[in-house]
């Protein structure tokens, strides 16, 4: 799997951690989904236009952890996932890389 991975350090109740990082997803259209390896993740476009965008949030005591990563096809038909580096898919890269410095403001 290519993901980009963040640690994100906060100090707030569990709880409030939470309420922000949903939010934030929620606000940039990104909807939860468990995808077909089984893992809760929260994704972001069909793959028709542009690579659809997914983002993972694990929670530790004091952390988030955030995978991000995009793909490219339609629906569940989609290639391989592909980290944030790189040119191919640039443009929902950015984007997605964008949304993870919201989420690290927002702490």
């Known amino acids: 799997m290519a993901r980009s991975t963040f640690t994100i350090p906060y100090q707030c109740s569990f709880e409030e951690a939470q309420k922000k990082v949903e939010s934030i997803l929620q606000d940039n259209g990104y909807h939860p989904q468990v995808i077909k390896t089984g893992e809760n993740?929260?994704?972001?476009?069909?793959?028709?236009?542009?690579?659809?965008?997914?983002?993972?949030?694990?929670?530790?005591?004091?952390?988030?952890?955030?995978?991000?990563?995009?793909?490219?096809?339609?629906?569940?038909?989609?290639?391989?996932?592909?980290?944030?580096?790189?040119?191919?898919?640039?443009?929902?890269?950015?984007?997605?890389?964008?949304l993870i410095e919201k989420i690290k403001q927002a702490f």
């Open 41 to 98: 993740v929260w994704k972001n476009g069909v793959g028709m236009l542009t690579a659809m965008k997914f983002v993972k949030v694990e929670y530790g005591p004091g952390q988030i952890q955030l995978s991000a990563w995009v793909q490219v096809g339609i629906g569940s038909v989609g290639g391989g996932e592909m980290d944030l580096n790189g040119v191919v898919g640039a443009i929902p890269k950015k984007q997605l890389l964008k």
